[in-house]
């Protein structure tokens, strides 16, 4: 069955270390990657994409995040989180199965220390 | 724009009630969605509409119908739900472009927090 996994829930950081969170999917055909953000008390919103092309991909507020086929891998990146990225970070595949579904990973939810 | 509107923000039902979540969006996109998603989990698909047609039905129990009237629209309606179906109801929406969507991104409106008691 196809599956998205998020290795970590929860990710303490002070400001100004770096940030890397890992995505993993299990799905052999073609696909599309996302990850979302959502902070507290508001709706989720895209902070970058992967179609096709260049693999890695640049978001809003700082953030890429690196397609690797081989490993099945779409993990986000941020060289130096501030206190305003506390959120919960949701990575999601894109599949075609019948009709285009999306499935979600379990999300990971990041604290940022002042 | 990237705005989808939901309507209501808090809604508590009884098991025996009948109700309705609204979502509406009007950036032109014809393919719109339903998620369920539960505390500290991730949004779960329930429906996709393309073109106003159900597409995909995720195996949700009959007791939420979903209908899209027209393309901006998408409705939910709730009847006889048990206290397990308390969650946060997402609506999503995408281009649907012809060729299945592919390449759609999908725009979140903020939810609606169900509590049924």
């Known amino acids: 069955a196809q599956s998205v996994s998020q290795h970590n829930h929860h990710v303490i950081l002070s400001e100004a270390a770096s940030l890397e969170l890992g995505c993993n999917y299990s799905?052999?055909?073609?696909?599309?990657l996302f990850w979302y953000v959502q902070y507290p008390g508001q709706h989720l919103q895209l902070l970058l994409k992967y179609f096709s092309g260049d693999p890695l991909v640049k978001g809003i507020k700082g953030f890429e995040a690196e397609f690797i086929k081989s490993k099945f891998s779409f993990n986000l990146r941020k060289p130096s989180v501030q206190w305003s990225d506390t959120a919960e970070y949701f990575c999601a595949v894109k599949i075609r199965t019948g009709g285009f579904k999306t499935i979600f990973g379990a999300g990971t939810r990041l604290f940022v220390k002042a | 724009d990237t705005e989808v509107t939901q309507t209501p923000k808090h809604l508590v039902m009884g098991m025996t009630n009948k109700k309705s979540l609204k979502c509406e969006q009007h950036m032109g996109h014809r393919a719109m969605y339903w998620y369920k998603q539960k505390a500290k989990k991730p949004p779960e698909l329930m429906f996709v509409y393309s073109y106003e047609k159900l597409s995909i039905n995720e195996s949700v129990p009959s007791r939420f119908s979903p209908e899209c009237p027209n393309s901006s629209l998408l409705n939910l309606h709730l009847h006889a739900l048990q206290p397990e179906d308390s969650a946060l109801y997402l609506c999503a929406s995408s281009q649907g472009t012809s060729g299945g969507g592919s390449t759609d991104t999908q725009y979140f409106g903020p939810g609606t927090r169900l509590t049924v008691l």
């Open positions: 799905y052999g055909g073609t696909v599309n």
